[in-house]
């Protein structure tokens, strides 16, 4: 059984920082992409950013790009995003998810399977 755990979230003035991890198990972790979605209230799940199982293919929603990193550390099974020059806008609980297949690089939520419980990221201005 996949098991997903975030970790980092919290509340941090507009421009600042936050690392977000996500700890996974039950799934050969090295041969998945991974990926991050947020969802703020009254929102539909959205996006973040989504990594090949090398780390080697990237992609990330436009309204994150350039502020916003994903990477993994394969021999720890985790999965991080570092999230800079944060605007309020980007509040939202945020979760990682793995996919229905290991090399899918999804971007929409119905491409994945198994998600975390969140972690909220709240940005005040």
């Known amino acids: 059984q996949v098991q997903l755990v975030e970790s980092g979230g919290g509340l941090v003035q507009a421009g600042g920082s936050l690392r977000l991890s996500c700890a996974a198990s039950g799934l050969t972790f090295s041969t998945y992409a991974m990926g991050w979605f947020r969802q703020a209230p009254g929102k539909e799940r959205e996006f973040v950013s989504v990594i090949s199982w090398s780390g080697g293919s990237l992609n990330y929603a436009d309204s994150v790009k350039g502020r916003f990193t994903i990477y993994r550390d394969n021999a720890k099974n985790t999965v991080y995003l570092q999230m800079n020059s944060l605007k309020p806008e980007d509040s939202a609980v945020y979760y990682c998810?793995?996919?229905?297949?290991?090399?899918?690089?999804?971007?929409?939520?119905?491409?994945?399977?198994?998600w975390g419980q969140g972690t909220q990221v709240t940005v005040s201005s």
């Open positions: 998810a793995s996919p229905k297949y290991p090399w899918l690089l999804g971007l929409a939520p119905s491409s994945f399977t198994s």
